[in-house]
C-alpha cells in the first residue's frame, strides 16, 4: 500500500509562484510514475501533469505547458510541482497519484493522495 501526502499549497498572487511537494511512502515508489491532478467544486477533476519513474518522461496538460515543472527526487521519495506565473483559474485543490506506468497514472492510478488547496488571487 502506498501512501501519498502532498504539501506546499497556499495562497498567491497571480503572476507568482507555489511549489507543491507530495512525499510516497512505498520503498519500491521510487520506479513508480507520478501525476499531479487539480479539481474545482463542481467540475471533474482534471489531468495537470505526469513524470516517468526515470524521471526522464514528462507531460503536462496544455493550460499549464510553459509555466508549471514537474520533477521527482527518487532518493527522498518526493515529487514535486513548481507553479510559476500562477493565475486565478489555477485555483483548485491539487492532488498527486501514482502508478506502475505514466499511462496509468493518467488514465487510472490506484493511489491517491488527500489533497493540498492552492488559491491565486487577481
Given amino acids: 500500500q502506498v ?6 499549497g497556499g495562497w498567491a498572487q497571480a503572476g507568482g509562484s507555489l511549489r507543491l511537494s507530495c512525499s510516497a511512502s512505498a520503498r519500491m515508489w521510487s520506479y513508480y510514475a507520478m501525476g499531479w491532478f487539480r479539481q474545482v467544486p463542481g467540475k ?5 501533469a505526469s513524470i516517468s519513474g526515470s524521471g526522464g518522461t514528462t507531460y503536462y496538460a496544455d493550460s499549464v505547458q510553459g509555466r508549471f515543472t514537474i520533477s521527482r527526487d527518487s532518493a527522498k521519495n ?15 485543490v491539487y ?7 505514466i499511462v496509468r497514472v493518467r488514465t487510472s492510478a490506484p493511489y491517491w493522495g488527500q489533497g493540498t488547496q492552492v488559491t491565486v488571487s487577481s
Fill in 44 to 48: 471533474e477533476r482534471e489531468f495537470v
Fill in 3 to 8: 501512501q501519498l501526502v502532498e504539501s506546499g
Fill in 95 to 101: 492532488y498527486c497519484a501514482t502508478g506502475d506506468t
Fill in 78 to 92: 518526493t515529487v514535486y510541482l513548481q507553479m510559476n506565473s500562477l493565475k486565478p483559474e489555477d485555483t483548485a
